[in-house]
């Protein structure tokens, strides 16, 4: 089992920034990635942005490149959000999620999918005002 548990949410104005992060516990650590999602009122859930925990390789939506950064602390088996710019359709529950290990690679287009992944936090609210 792993515990994700998020923090860092808030209310921010448009064109704020925000930085949240997600601390992942448990016995059974051993991630291939971690990634964040979100999920707006009467919306789907969508990917934003995922980090494979070895090499620290990147991958984020169109929608957020440019403005949004994910970054991991191995050390700490903690992974960061760093959110730039933020817009008022970008109000959701922002999500962290972990991706256990794998044989080989996992091509990136996969990593966006939320069913690569098998724990989840419980969320942390973001709020932007226009």
């Known amino acids: 089992q792993v515990q994700l548990v998020e923090s860092g949410g808030g209310l921010v104005q448009a064109g704020g920034s925000l930085r949240l992060s997600c601390a992942a516990s448990g016995r059974t650590f051993s991630a291939y990635a971690m990634g964040w999602f979100r999920q707006a009122p009467g919306k789907e859930r969508e990917f934003v942005a995922t980090?494979?925990?070895?090499?620290?390789?990147?991958y984020d939506a169109e929608s957020v490149k440019g403005r949004f950064t994910i970054s991991r602390d191995t050390a700490k088996n903690t992974v960061y959000l760093q959110m730039n710019s933020l817009k008022p359709e970008e109000t959701a529950v922002y999500y962290c999620?972990?991706?256990?290990?794998?044989?080989?690679?996992?091509?990136?287009?996969?990593?966006?999918?939320?069913?690569?992944?098998?724990?989840w936090g419980q969320g942390t609210q973001v709020t932007v005002s226009s």
């Open positions: 980090i494979t925990w070895s090499l620290g390789t990147t």
């Open positions: 999620a972990y991706k256990g290990r794998v044989p080989g690679l996992v091509a990136h287009n996969l990593l966006a999918v939320g069913a690569q992944y098998v724990y």
